[in-house]
């Protein structure tokens, strides 16, 4: 039996293998989550209202593993941690694009997102099937390869550990102004 | 090698020398958590194993953006907060004081060289005082209450020189979306923007509040005066601290400098719907508006509200526009309440609220329909920020702003008071 489920797994595998979801420049956290549904935490809640009004057919379409592709500025704006918290509950892990606002970026790997950052996203369309490929980095679109920049050394610690709270569950106490890594 | 003011705070706050690119778990003087984003923040603290504040004394809990509670949802997130300010013995002051980094400023809870963080955006406007203030996002906030400390990457700076008088009816506002306009909504990401020059330093702090507010809508992590006499004198009262010098070194390595001068600058009006598609008011005057809203932590103060009341003067509103104005703080209500303000604005046809976010974010009152066109004195116009996605936000100054709710259109204010 358990042989029959792996085989229905990855036959499910290439029928929906994960595709991206293609975004311009500067989308900001209103789109992403607007402000009236901010009273709610739940991911998946969330995620039934991400980027409503301005692509509804997101939160309806979106699968697990699929790759969300921006160009610059992704996620400027509010501080809000809804909006990463909606694309992880629609079931986005990585998310590519030319450049991203600062607080989205840090709250993306704070909630275990993966923003990763590609030189040009322009040739990468919508709905092309996509991966990251573990062993060199790159992401593979549509069959092309595309370079993709590491997270700075020091959080990609808080990658490695899942989010920025399994990074701190296993701290006691921090010692301030220690100088750490010299990132980019 | 020289040192940006940004270096300076850390350097201080270090105890050694720290540069621009360097990453250091840096000591938190004061965090600010909301309604909207401090309940997560509250949760993550608890996720992360946190039973007890690093540092209570040191954290301010307040509601700003959906008071009084507008729905079941908000109000049990007020709850939940109050909660925990009890039981961790936080300062919480509730619904009762305005916007929170309005408040933040008037509380004397920034002060130079300080590090300070709010789980909102708009906490790089406390850089008026000369701290370093950023906004972080919940997960982050949740690690500060834990730990009192966060990781920062030091920022590069961008230096912004501004020189020259401002005409009539033209100040902070417009000078800030003009520098948005100019630089871009990305053009001055993960930077410090230090802000200096003689106008500037001529400048009140209502001024230099708008302009450090909006360095976020260039990706700034922070917008910076050098503490002067302007602020020490605002602190007075607000903070007790004696006056140090604290000012970038003439040699500091910057990563961008601009200048500007605004001595011929026109009116400002950010277009839909991007902060830094600015023009000058005579490209979009005679767009007819449904709505305008005077207010926000960007242009809610006093100074913002009697140069808005002496455009307007003795004239009503058009009946064409809602105008909603809404001071930013109680202290800031009260100035305006004693100066006969809010009998104006009342008398002219608005609706003067009790001081809160109102329509800026578009989470509580206030909405626009499919099709509404607002003008606004906040700092946002996204798509959908303040309503319907097919509705269209333009922000400009408190001036350009009661000239236009005058006529119904947008209006060049030199042209109505």
Redesign the interface.
Known sequence: MAGKKTVQKRAMATVNPPRVWKFGD?V?T??II???F????DPRELALHAF???RDEFARLARNGDILVAG??FG???????APLALKGAGIRVIVAE?F???FY??AV??GLLPLVCGDTSGISDGEEAAVDPGTGELVAAGRKYALEEV???LQEIVDAG???EY??G?E???????????? | MGQTLTEKIFSA????P?HA???????IDRAMIHD??G??AI??FR???GNRVADPEDVVILFD??VPAD?I??AQ?HVFMRMFAEEQGIRNLDVREGVCHQVMMEKGFAAPGEIVVG???H?CMYGAAGAFAT??????M??VL??G?L?F?VPESTRVEVSGSFPRRVGAKDLILAITGDIG??GA??RAIEFTGATIGGMDMAGRMTCCNMA?EM?G?TGLVAPDRVTWEYLKGRREMKSFALEADRNASYADRRSYDVSDLAPQVAVPH?VDQVVDVGKVEGTPLDQVFIGSCTNGRFEDLAEAAEVLGNRSFSEKVRVIVIPSSRDEYLKALRAGLVERFTMAGALVEAPCCGPC???AFG?LAPGEVSLSTSN?N????QG???AKVYLCSPATAAASAVRGQITDPREVG
């Open positions: 500067h900001d209103d789109q607007p402000g009236r901010l009273t709610i935490y409503e009004g301005t610059s500025n400027c704006g509010s501080s809000r941690e809804h450049s606002a600062r607080i840090r709250n704070n909630v700075p050394g020091f989010g920025l709270v701190a569950r701290l106490e921090v010692t301030t102004c220690r100088k750490t890594t010299r990132s980019r | 706050r270090c105890g050694s720290v690119g360097e990453v250091v778990m840096a000591p909207i984003t309940p997560l949760q993550k996720e992360m194993g953006h959906q729905s949802e908000a997130n789980a909102d955006s906490t906004g972080i996002g919940s997960t982050d949740g690690f834990k730990f400390a990781y990457r909504a990305d990401s993960y976020i990706g992590k991007n974010m578009g989470g909405l946002r996204f798509r959908g920020r319907s996605t097919d």
